[in-house]
């Protein structure tokens, strides 16, 4: 069985940055092989994709938010994290992390001053 435990949300106001980490623990031997990425969900929306890491190596963004979001792992401590700086109201949601098959419970981001 696999965990994944995200952090880092919080109230930021708009233009600030804010870190999520998620990490895994488990079952698991190495996300280095494995494909993952950060969801989001505000209210009264679908879930939706902000950015892809594949296990290729290649990164995928929302256009949304492309140049202001960096995606990230590290491999030895099993994390994956999602660098949000200029952050808008828009980007209000709660956002969970997937790698591979597994997803964590989420976490809250709220932008507003």
């Known amino acids: 069985q696999v965990q994944l435990v995200e952090s880092g949300g919080g109230l930021v106001q708009p233009g600030g940055s804010l870190r999520l980490s998620c990490e895994a623990s488990?079952?698991?031997?190495?996300?280095?092989?494995?494909?993952m990425g950060w969801y989001r969900q505000a209210p009264g929306k679908e879930r939706e994709l902000v950015a892809a890491?594949?296990?290729?190596?290649?990164?995928n963004y929302a256009d949304s938010v492309k140049g202001r979001f960096t995606i990230s792992k590290d491999n030895a401590r099993s994390t994956v994290s999602l660098q949000m700086n200029s952050l808008k109201p828009e980007d209000t949601a709660v956002y969970y992390c997937?790698?591979?098959?597994?997803w964590g419970r989420g976490t809250q981001v709220t932008v507003s001053s």
């Open positions: 488990g079952s698991i031997f190495s996300i280095s092989a494995m494909s």
């Open positions: 890491l594949t296990s290729a190596g290649t990164t």
């Open positions: 997937n790698i591979h098959r597994w």
